[in-house]
């Protein structure tokens, strides 16, 4: 049994990366008890170094692979913060072995792949969540309750723009030499994609929790950031099923960069508008108030990281819920957004965005 009062939950980290300290500092943060007892990375000198974030006294072993760790035994839930072709192998297997399991968005690096894993969490005994944080982003939330209240009226059109200045400043991390990407998010077969497949599906999903399902897409795509294989531009249209639009701007480049809004969302009584900043901020303004109202900084990007553990623990400690219950066909849809844009280059025509027009689709543009 587990929870306040009771057995702490058991957790192993895989992957020391940068995102790994966010996902800590959530555990560290919850109301429910844990203990990270294991970390696992290829690289050994990457995960002892990691382990110095832990609590003083705290008996984590670190291991090489996937296999000495599942061996050990030691741990009821697993954290996958892996390259994407490592999820569908990495999360079937820990969910084989009985395990919780975060695994880190998207969901796989392949729809067919996004359909095994799927498949496998239908049979599996443990709680299953991918790892989308926008619901949790505190700004998004807020401007989700703002459109449930009618605030802006009737919404008709949002604009969503993900840029970024690569190694600049990713997450204000303390140490720079983590602030650049690694090397497999640059390498399409390892990661799916590029930029779409990337910090890009934190934009669809948003989308898609304000004006619904998205049927149909296109889009063109660039490679201004030379290290890149994937593409690190692109634009998109989206048409929704309720007749809605929205469009989406995404830009990497080690550049400086104009702060542009992350999202415009427009209704027939004004807009919300959510700051281009990982730090934070939103502002509204509608027809009997056009000054701005400014909300400031409501958490910012990073302040998704410990609501969104903590749904993952609720769920362990105190059973599933209906929003895990959905979670992965949540974030199969982000996927199949993705390679819709991706065939719709190829085509140049609008695609639909379902499994059965781009299961066989994967290449990447």
Known sequence: LYGLGMAAVRVALFGCG??????????????????????????????????KHLPLGTQCKIFDTIDEALEWKGFDAAILMIPHHLHEPYAIRCMEAGLHVFLEKPLSHTVRSCVNVIEAAKRAKGVFMVGENSPHWPEVAKATQLLREGVI????????????????????????????????????????????????????????????D??????????PYAPSKGESLVQALFKFENGKTASLY????????????????????????????????????????????DYGSLG?????FPPQMETFLRAIVEGTTEEIKANPMQALQEVLVAKAIYKSVTTKHWEAVNVENVIEFDSIR
Not at 214 to 221: K, L, M, N, R, S
């Open 18 to 51: 940068a995102i790994a300290k966010h996902h800590l500092k959530a555990l560290q943060l919850s109301k429910y008890a844990t203990e990270v007892t294991a970390v696992v990375d290829v690289n050994r000198k990457v995960a002892e170094d990691f382990t």
């Open 153 to 212: 009226g009737d919404t008709y059109f949002a604009h969503a723009n993900y840029w970024e200045s690569i190694g600049r400043d990713m997450f204000n991390l303390e140490d720079a030499s983590r602030r650049q990407v690694t090397h497999w998010r640059y390498d399409p077969a390892q990661a799916g994609g590029g930029v779409l497949m990337d910090g890009a599906t934190h934009w669809v999903r948003p989308l898609r929790t304000w004006f619904g």
């Open 214 to 223: 998205i049927t149909e897409v296109v889009g063109v795509v660039g490679h």
């Open 250 to 293: 995404c830009n990497y480049m080690d550049i400086p960069m104009t702060p542009l809004p992350f999202f415009q969302i427009f209704g027939t009584k004004g807009e919300i508008t959510i700051d281009g900043s990982f730090d934070g901020g939103m502002s509204l303004r509608t027809r009997a108030h056009p000054e701005a109202k």
């Open 300 to 304: 910012g990007y990073t302040g998704a």
